[in-house]
């Protein structure tokens, strides 16, 4: 290798290291990462803005908008506590409930979205049932990491790998990874009511208070509900069918955006834009650039001719090795830099003659999603929720949280390998 | 130091009583307009970053019930002179 792939290999290790440390906040360092790279000449200004992915940004931008509007009518409050009711109170159902909605809201919303419209709601139920919400939030950060598997939009490690491949519509998605995430969701409903009944029982008087709520109240703007469930719906309509209308995601996602804006008029657009997590945005910015650097002075080429040689090209047992590495992997370590980084290094792998890369795919897709179950640093919604529920005096300790969400994840990593040797390997 | 406040029967009623470590308020409006200034002042609870500060429970009939932790009981209680459900608030020994 050159001197230039070391300098690389050496920025991208420091980056890396200071990303897990959690000292200084990750966007910073991945952006310092990323204009290293282009300071020292490892990539010119134009190749590195050649390697950021704008379909990803353009993704989440947008589906960012969409949500932040919408949350604004009362809608997921209306849902929870409707939910809430239908369980007639009880909080064991109520808990299986909205970790039901969260699997949903995690696959055609996404999943860090997703938990933050349902944390506060949570809060508000636990608090007039007087139970503790910690298992309820164990419950939904596990299912909006199985939720936001099963598809495209759903977590962003699918969102990177859907906007890297365009084979893999949001269709192919669906078809390949929605089956094992229901049946990942079948298999842990029972094991939630088993593992935290004892710790939520409440009073048949605290019952009533909640079936008396009346779910209408909740939501604020009639108008704007409506006009925000017909865009939602087309978004997600249009998602279904972006390869048919030859349109990347990201475009459709960007349409249902400002079509909502144009509907709800100027004075929305200031407020959405504030709700932007300009902070992801920048840090998925940071993290394009810092592994561009690795790509272009060859190091990932090398890491996959090194990868082949390790399996001998045996695909179940390359496929197994991506499954099992990215679960284990994203279960310590954040799963965005992680796929950022294994993306180009499968793409090598097709370059040198690895013929069928679809398994391989769907084995980062399915180790990446579901290893952020492992740990609570382990995927970018387990982190939001413990932030939120800390700062309001619930704090979810880490090996809490592990005790939980790690046997779990193994059990999760299990039924994938099965479903994945099953359906693509023999 | 304790805070008293007066509101008029007419138009609204409110009774407070503890909750575990925090106080619960059921309020009832009794007409569109000192409703919808209570709606204002949920949305103002609702808006900010603490999640737990002010919970809202709504029922039918311009009813609801609010659980106000300690330490934002006196905010809460200006909240409601500020949007008109209380007509005076003092301090008393």
């Given at each position: 290798?050159?001197?230039?792939?070391?300098?690389?290999?050496?920025?991208?290790?420091?980056?890396?290291?200071?990303?897990?440390s959690e000292?200084?906040?990750?966007?910073?360092?991945?952006?310092?990462?990323?204009?290293?790279?282009?300071?020292?000449?490892?990539?010119?200004?134009?190749?590195?803005?050649?390697?950021?992915?704008?379909?990803?940004?353009?993704?989440?931008?947008?589906?960012m908008?969409?949500?932040?509007?919408?949350a604004?009518?009362?809608?997921?409050?209306?849902?929870?506590?409707?939910?809430?009711?239908?369980?007639?109170?009880?909080?064991?159902?109520?808990?299986?409930?909205?970790?039901?909605?969260?699997a949903?809201?995690?696959?055609?919303?996404?999943n860090?979205?997703?938990?933050?419209l349902?944390?506060?709601?949570?809060?508000?139920?636990?608090?007039?049932?007087?139970?503790?919400?910690?298992?309820?939030?164990i419950t939904q950060?596990?299912?909006?990491?199985?939720?936001?598997?099963?598809?495209?939009?759903?977590?962003?490690?699918n969102?990177?790998?859907?906007?890297a491949?365009?084979?893999?519509?949001f269709?192919?998605f669906i078809?390949?990874?929605?089956?094992?995430?229901?049946i990942?969701?079948?298999?842990?409903?029972?094991?939630?009511?088993?593992?935290?009944?004892?710790?939520?029982?409440?009073?048949?008087?605290?019952?009533?208070?909640i079936m008396d709520?009346?779910e209408?109240?909740l939501?604020?703007?009639?108008?704007l509900?409506y006009?925000?469930?017909?865009?939602?719906g087309?978004?997600?309509?249009g998602?279904f069918?972006?390869?048919?209308l030859?349109?990347?995601?990201?475009t459709?996602?960007?349409?249902?955006?400002?079509?909502?804006?144009?509907?709800?008029?100027?004075?929305?657009m200031?407020?959405?834009?504030?709700?932007?997590?300009?902070?992801?945005?920048?840090?998925?910015?940071?993290?394009?650039?810092?592994?561009?650097?690795?790509?272009?002075?060859g190091?990932i080429?090398?890491?996959?001719?090194?990868?082949?040689?390790?399996?001998?090209?045996?695909m179940?047992?390359?496929?197994m090795?991506?499954l099992?590495?990215?679960?284990?992997?994203?279960?310590?370590?954040?799963?965005?830099p992680?796929?950022?980084?294994?993306?180009?290094?499968?793409q090598?792998?097709g370059?040198?003659?690895?013929?069928?890369?679809?398994?391989?795919?769907?084995?980062?897709?399915?180790?990446?999603?579901?290893?952020?179950?492992?740990t609570?640093i382990?995927?970018?919604?387990?982190?939001?929720?413990?932030?939120?529920?800390?700062?309001?005096?619930?704090?979810?300790?880490?090996?809490?949280?592990?005790k939980?969400?790690?046997?779990l994840?193994?059990?999760?990593v299990?039924?994938?390998?099965?479903?994945?040797?099953?359906?693509?390997l023999? | 130091?304790r805070?008293?406040?007066?509101?008029?029967?007419?138009v609204?009623?409110?009774?407070?009583t503890?909750?575990?470590?925090?106080?619960?308020?059921?309020?009832?409006t009794?007409?569109?307009?000192?409703?919808?200034?209570?709606?204002?002042?949920?949305k103002?609870?609702?808006?900010?970053?603490?999640?737990t500060d002010?919970?809202?429970?709504?029922?039918?009939?311009?009813?609801?019930?609010?659980?106000?932790?300690?330490?934002?009981?006196v905010?809460?209680?200006?909240?409601?002179?500020?949007?008109?459900?209380?007509?005076?608030?003092?301090?008393?020994?």
């Amino acid at each position: 290798m050159e001197q230039q792939a070391y300098w690389a290999i050496g920025i991208f290790l420091v980056i890396y290291a200071l990303i897990i440390s959690e000292k200084i906040h990750r966007t910073i360092v991945a952006m310092i990462g990323g204009l290293m790279m282009v300071a020292f000449g490892i990539v010119n200004q134009e190749t590195a803005l050649h390697h950021i992915d704008f379909n990803t940004l353009g993704l989440l931008i947008g589906m960012m908008i969409i949500v932040s509007i919408t949350a604004d009518t009362g809608l997921f409050k209306f849902i929870a506590v409707w939910a809430a009711k239908k369980s007639k109170g009880n909080p064991v159902r109520i808990m299986v409930a909205l970790a039901i909605i969260t699997a949903v809201g995690s696959a055609f919303l996404d999943n860090v979205t997703t938990v933050l419209l349902m944390v506060p709601v949570t809060f508000s139920i636990t608090r007039q049932l007087r139970v503790p919400p910690i298992p309820f939030l164990i419950t939904q950060i596990i299912a909006s990491n199985v939720g936001g598997t099963a598809t495209l939009i759903g977590d962003p490690p699918n969102i990177m790998i859907g906007s890297a491949v365009k084979e893999l519509t949001f269709m192919a998605f669906i078809n390949n990874l929605a089956p094992i995430a229901i049946i990942i969701m079948i298999v842990f409903i029972p094991l939630f009511v088993i593992l935290f009944r004892k710790q939520i029982q409440t009073k048949p008087e605290h019952t009533q208070s909640i079936m008396d709520m009346d779910e209408k109240q909740l939501i604020t703007d009639r108008k704007l509900l409506y006009k925000c469930l017909t865009v939602l719906g087309l978004t997600i309509l249009g998602f279904f069918l972006h390869q048919s209308l030859h349109l990347e995601s990201a475009t459709v996602a960007l349409a249902g955006a400002f079509v909502l804006l144009l509907l709800t008029g100027e004075h929305m657009m200031e407020e959405a834009f504030t709700k932007v997590e300009w902070t992801t945005i920048f840090f998925f910015v940071g993290l394009f650039v810092l592994v561009s650097g690795l790509i272009e002075t060859g190091v990932i080429a090398k890491l996959a001719a090194q990868a082949i040689e390790l399996t001998d090209g045996n695909m179940v047992a390359t496929s197994m090795l991506i499954l099992w590495i990215s679960a284990i992997a994203s279960a310590f370590l954040d799963n965005i830099p992680f796929v950022a980084t294994m993306i180009p290094l499968i793409q090598e792998m097709g370059n040198m003659g690895v013929s069928n890369l679809e398994p391989l795919w769907w084995s980062l897709a399915l180790g990446a999603c579901l290893g952020g179950n492992g740990t609570l640093i382990g995927a970018s919604a387990n982190l939001i929720v413990a932030g939120m529920s800390g700062k309001e005096g619930h704090p979810i300790k880490f090996v809490q949280f592990m005790k939980y969400g790690f046997p779990l994840m193994l059990l999760s990593v299990v039924l994938a390998s099965i479903y994945m040797y099953f359906r693509y390997l023999i | 130091m304790r805070l008293i406040y007066r509101y008029n029967n007419a138009v609204v009623q409110i009774s407070e009583t503890p909750n575990e470590a925090d106080i619960e308020f059921k309020i009832h409006t009794l007409t569109d307009e000192h409703w919808a200034g209570f709606k204002e002042l949920q949305k103002s609870f609702e808006d900010n970053e603490i999640y737990t500060d002010v919970l809202f429970y709504a029922y039918e009939d311009h009813r609801c019930t609010a659980i106000v932790r300690q330490d934002y009981y006196v905010d809460f209680i200006l909240g409601l002179l500020k949007h008109q459900l209380l007509e005076s608030v003092e301090w008393t020994k």
